[in-house]
């Protein structure tokens, strides 16, 4: 079994900081993309974030320059420094990542419960 636990979500007021935590734990073998995502009232979840496993990085456009994340293999953790932070960025965040489990010869995919991010104007 794998699971991702997320932390560091929070109500910050517009133009705050926030640092998110998502470790993920297991008879993990290997991780491979990690990622955050985010879901507002109303709306679809939405890519935010990701980090591949040689730390190649992709941004949505609507966080580029205010958002960074990073990811610590030794611990099986990535995080989301999230700075300037907006009212739109207001959501649930979702942690994500491909984990190949000790034994088995596939990837799985696999989302942690979310944290929620609330930014007051």
């Known amino acids: 079994q794998v699971r991702l636990v997320e932390s560091g979500g929070g109500l910050v007021q517009a133009g705050g900081s926030l640092k998110l935590s998502c470790a993920a734990s297991?008879?993990?073998?290997?991780?491979?993309?990690m990622g955050w995502y985010r879901q507002a009232p109303g709306k679809q979840r939405e890519l935010v974030a990701s980090?591949?496993?040689?730390?190649?990085?992709h941004y949505a456009d609507s966080v580029k320059g205010r958002f960074a994340i990073s990811r610590d293999n030794a611990k099986n953790t990535v995080y989301l420094q999230m700075n300037s932070l907006l009212p739109e960025d207001t959501a649930v965040y979702y942690c994500n990542a491909d984990v190949m489990r000790r034994y088995f010869s596939t990837w799985g995919n696999y989302w942690g419960q979310g944290t929620q991010v609330t930014v007051s104007s």
């Open positions: 980090i591949a496993s040689g730390g190649e990085t």
């Open positions: 297991g008879i993990i073998s290997s991780i491979n993309a």
